[in-house]
């Protein structure tokens, strides 16, 4: 929806990478969210679900969170929490609307934890391609995520 917007963000991003860290109010100042990895994988043909794992970085100073999720290719998208019960067996919980994501701190999602869940994908996903996910943030706003299909 902004991609002029990313492109300063990721600029922001860049800043505070290479900054030493020794001027002290200096970062509080930048205000930003930086994705940092987004990725599925590809869908076997009779699979209807995937999951997504979108993990962001808060570059500012205040607390934000993730309050909506969504996706064209996908009916619903949840955010999940993969656990492990005694005996080592999977299972997925919905961990509800919002995501929360501290000041200077990360949202990590990945296989066996956190994660977002598409139900019902309109075609299944391909190596190659890139699936965009919708993120709503309460204070920073939409943020379109191209997540990039890949064989990890
Ligand atoms: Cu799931």
Redesign the pocket.
Known sequence: MTPARWAIVTLVGLTIGCSSGDEPGSDASVEGIEVVDAWTRPSPATVT?A?LYVSVDNLGGAADEIVAVGSERCVTV?P?V?DFDDDGIAS?TAVGDALKLPAAGSIVMEPNGL?L?CLGIDAPFAEGDTVAVDLEFAEFGPVVVSVAVENR
């Open positions: 679900d999951a949840v999940h993969t997925m994660h869940m």
